[in-house]
């Protein structure tokens, strides 16, 4: 399975997900490359979503941890 925080793996991943976009727009999947683009950063922030929520579970949370800026 790739590691995102190995550089190698990290650009693995970027070929992956360019090479779904290209088969998107061949197959007819995608009208245009914009439509591609779109549901390509679509997925990347539902996985990030995703990524942030299973740690939320995983990580004890640390005094001064807060999202909000006052």
């Given at each position: 399975?790739?590691d995102?925080?190995?550089?190698?793996?990290?650009?693995?991943?970027?070929?992956?997900?360019?090479?779904?976009?290209?088969?998107?727009?061949?197959?007819g999947?995608?009208?245009?490359?914009?439509?591609?683009?779109?549901?390509?950063?679509?997925?990347?922030?539902?996985?990030l979503?995703?990524?942030?929520?299973?740690?939320?579970?995983?990580?004890?949370?640390?005094?001064g941890?807060?999202?909000?800026?006052?």
């Open positions: 399975m790739a995102p925080r190995n550089r190698e793996d990290e650009n693995a991943i970027h070929s992956i997900a360019v090479a779904r976009l290209v088969n998107g727009i061949l197959d999947t995608y009208t245009n490359i914009d439509n591609a683009q779109i549901a390509l950063e679509r997925s990347r922030r539902r996985k979503l995703l990524k942030r929520k299973s740690n939320l579970g995983s990580q004890p949370a640390r005094s941890d807060s999202e909000l800026s006052h």
